[in-house]
């Protein structure tokens, strides 16, 4: 991590986008010390003008947002500069929220409970063009992609996971951490980090009937 | 040290609690216990068939219907487009029930639900109008319409153009009584307007169009012909109108029923948090009780708001059942993620017991503050992964003095057929791993 001071100051650039203001001067206190808070949003209006006037490195943005809710922040930003990256931080667990905001282009998700350090780190990878998943987000796209594993179909690349990124979900659902499942798993560090933002890009772009199917199930499309 | 894994026998799992007892007990009483009884306010049933967005072609009459009856959808399509065959019976049946049967609107939970009302979500439209779909629904109908006329020769009487310019008329002004249009803003509306009115001319200039072909232009100039033009036009406008406000009142009344429940449910939920804020301050000075009461208040909220409504038991309700409990017992945090989900039967109850057991292990032994726990039952297995990044121990001493583990994860799997595996590294933590073949 202090290698990368070369290219840009350790201390990452980030907005915060909440409804709250109490949460949003939390996480301002909780890591403001290790990241640089350069702006706030309230909602969808103010969240998109801060954002754009700004071009952090990263956007912590709330699920539900007055104004449309996160996922219009996103597409409002997207169409301005496509280059912002955002990390969903919510209290809300559903899985039409989760699925749904990183359906529209956030790189992560992690929930409000997610203790400083954590985020900070979340933060980073975020930052440095990785996907953060939480055991709940893996989870709900394991449950979305499951039954995919079947060897005969002939699906496209996109609508299926490959072994090795069911593998890698399993064990973040499993509470392990980047590094424990480099470990577990053989491989680098940098390598679970590509299956990761591989599997974010499945989700993002694939049309595959049973994750459409699941969410629809779900009232997601 | 092994108290906790003493053999249960039966269901009960209440077994003496540590200090935090009455305080749960007390919270039971005030609130609403369990997350089963928390399950949202249900709508009354309703008996009469909806249209169901998911999975339509057109407007989900067929799907709708298809539901209502428990007949198959393919069944029901094939008979509307069979009818369609004969006359356009089946057009017109389909098109009459579009408009009176109401979208299905199930309601989300309430913590969706509210956040959707309040603009805090994106809303995912029940159904995508694009223009490229109406485009085509368009061609379909103008390609159906000249097959028409051309198998069937005696209709040439009724001259088509005209016909074709009043039908898509009366779907300009249809499609926007179709939406219900809670609150739509000054944009939408201005459209909505300017469609209505599109239409309305549309529809007058089709009449005109048909009257001059078949009478000659003269006939427009008449009063009869220009009575029936104003008739067809304000019965065009009027009918979407109508069928509005009737949709309109229907709504206004079930959310009355609505609104009386939810307040009930509201004030109810309201005791139980001031509850817990009492509780709360009233503990301010340790940490552990003040965490653990946040931590019970939160799940029954979550589950609450957020919660996904279970029927009948399943091995994920279970879970989420053991894992609520040792979260009060322990003290600890449990991370529960669950894929995948199966009917819950003896086997499956010991799983369910063993995972338990594992999780009380971890809280209490092993000094984490956080145990992760992952299910995923897959079509002919189920597997649970307990882990914590506690202290660990060495697996080898483990049939000596940690009987818990034995008797109540090794051995209760092994008695149904299952395969139970510790793997621990002092100082780094510890991983269960229980796994049981469905039948």
């Known amino acids: 991590m202090t290698d990368s001071t070369a290219q840009h100051p350790s201390r990452q650039r980030v907005v915060i986008v909440d409804d709250h203001a109490m949460f949003r001067a939390g996480v301002k206190h909780e890591i403001g010390p290790l990241v640089s808070v350069v702006g706030e949003g309230s909602d969808v209006e103010t969240a998109v003008t801060t954002v754009l006037a700004t071009t952090p490195d990263v956007v912590l943005l709330d699920v539900h947002l007055p104004g449309g809710g996160g996922i219009e922040v996103i597409k409002q930003v997207h169409e301005k500069d496509p280059d912002i990256k955002f990390l969903a931080v919510s209290v809300s667990d559903a899985a039409e929220d989760v699925i749904g905001v990183i359906r529209a282009g956030a790189r992560g998700y992690v929930t409000k409970s997610i203790n400083g350090l954590e985020l900070v780190d979340a933060i980073r990878r975020i930052a440095d063009g990785d996907a953060v998943f939480s055991p709940r987000l893996a989870g709900f796209v394991l449950d979305a992609f499951s039954g995919s594993i079947d060897i005969a179909a002939v699906d496209e690349d996109l609508d299926r996971l490959s072994q090795r990124e069911r593998e890698v979900l399993r064990l973040i659902a499993r509470g392990y951490a980047y590094k424990e499942i480099a470990r577990e798993l053989f491989i680098s560090i940098k390598t679970v980090e590509t299956h990761v933002s591989s599997v974010l890009r499945k989700l993002q772009l694939s049309n595959r009937h049973q994750l459409t199917r699941w969410a629809t199930d779900r009232r997601l499309v | 040290m092994t108290e906790r894994d003493s053999p249960r026998l039966g269901p009960d799992t209440s077994a003496p609690r540590p200090s935090l007892a009455e305080i749960a007990a007390q919270l039971d009483r005030q609130t609403v216990a369990g997350p089963s009884a928390t399950a949202p306010v249900e709508a009354p049933k309703q008996l009469r068939a909806t249209r169901v967005a998911s999975g339509a072609w057109l407007g989900g009459v067929c799907t709708g219907l298809a539901a209502h009856l428990g007949w198959p959808v393919l069944l029901i399509r094939a008979i509307v487009v069979a009818l369609a065959g004969v006359l356009l019976v089946g057009a017109v049946v389909y098109a009459v029930l579009w408009l009176a049967m109401p979208i299905d609107r199930s309601p989300a939970a309430p913590g969706i639900d509210a956040a959707t009302r309040t603009g805090m979500r994106t809303q995912t439209s029940v159904r995508s109008s694009d223009i490229g779909e109406r485009l085509a629904l368009l061609l379909l109908g103008v390609g159906v319409a000249l097959l028409v006329q051309f198998l069937v020769p005696s209709w040439q009487v009724v001259p088509f153009w005209p016909m074709v310019v009043f039908a898509v008329g ?28 599109l239409g309305i001319a549309l529809i007058a200039g089709g009449i005109v169009l048909t009257i001059s072909r078949g009478f000659g ?195 209760r799997m092994a008695r149904h057929d299952g395969t139970a595996r510790i793997r621990s590294v002092p100082g780094e933590g510890t991983e269960v791993w229980l796994r049981m073949e469905l039948e």
């Open chain 2, 170 to 197: 009366v779907a300009l002004v249809w499609t926007q009584a179709d939406s219900l249009m809670p609150r739509i803003g000054r944009r939408r509306r201005m459209r909505a307007v300017m469609q209505a009115l």
């Open chain 2, 217 to 411: 232009i003269r006939a427009l100039t008449t009063p009869q012909w220009t009575g029936v033009i104003l008739f067809v036009v304000l019965l065009a406008v009027a009918a979407p109108w109508a069928f509005r406000t009737r949709t309109a009142l229907t709504v206004a009344r079930e959310q009355e029923l609505l609104a009386n429940a939810r307040a009930d449910v509201a004030s109810h939920l309201h005791d139980s948090v001031l509850q817990t804020l009492a509780l709360i301050q009233r503990q301010a000075d340790d940490p552990r009780a003040v965490a653990a009461l946040a931590r019970k208040q939160e799940r029954e909220l979550r589950q609450w708001l957020y919660g996904e409504s279970h029927e009948a038991d399943t091995i994920k309700t279970a879970l989420e059942a053991a894992a609520a409990e040792v979260e009060d017992d322990g003290g600890v945090t449990v991370d529960l993620v669950v894929v995948g989900d199966h009917e819950l039967d003896v086997r499956m109850d010991a799983l369910v017991r063993a995972s338990r057991e594992a999780m009380l292990n971890a809280a209490k032994h092993s000094g984490a503050d956080r145990v992760d726990v992952y299910a995923e039952i897959l079509d002919d297995v189920a597997e649970v992964y307990v882990r914590d990044r506690g202290q660990g121990f060495e697996v080898g001493s483990v049939s000596d003095d940690r009987m818990g583990v034995r008797g109540s994860i090794v051995d």
